[in-house]
């Protein structure tokens, strides 16, 4: 069964961290997009990040820029979202997802991704 398996979030304090854990199952990331999204009450899913597998090339929306860093390991099949400097507006279910077509640029702007994660809640208290 092919499916994305999230670790992570929780409640932290502002200006703390976290790290996000994105895990393929029946599946590997190779030649795949894997974006982080994330989702908040009455607002559409936003992409925060994403990286190519292939290439490691990588994306971030301006609002996390310099604080989020995504990264994958091959080895464990597991792509990561490092979260720095939260503040309390970063607050909302985090979501990974992965798609591995040929306009996955465009999906990932659309947020049409092929395969999702269940979501983690990252709560950031001021």
């Known amino acids: 069964e092919v499916q994305l398996v999230q670790s992570g979030g929780g409640l932290v304090q502002a200006g703390g961290s976290l790290r996000l854990s994105c895990a393929a199952s029946?599946?590997?990331?190779?030649?795949?997009?894997i974006g982080w999204f994330r989702q908040t009450p009455g607002k559409e899913r936003e992409g925060v990040s994403y990286i190519v597998s292939s290439e490691g090339r990588t994306s971030y929306a301006d609002s996390v820029k310099g604080r989020f860093t995504i990264s994958r390991d091959s080895a464990k099949n597991t792509v990561y979202l490092q979260m720095n400097n939260l503040k309390p507006e970063d607050t909302a279910v985090y979501y990974c997802?992965?798609?591995?077509?040929?306009?996955?640029?465009?999906?990932?702007?659309?947020?049409?991704?092929?395969?999702w994660g269940k979501g983690t809640l990252v709560t950031v208290s001021s």
């Open positions: 029946g599946f590997t990331f190779d030649g795949y997009l």
């Open positions: 997802a992965a798609d591995s077509n040929n306009d996955y640029f465009i999906r990932y702007r659309r947020a049409l991704m092929d395969y």
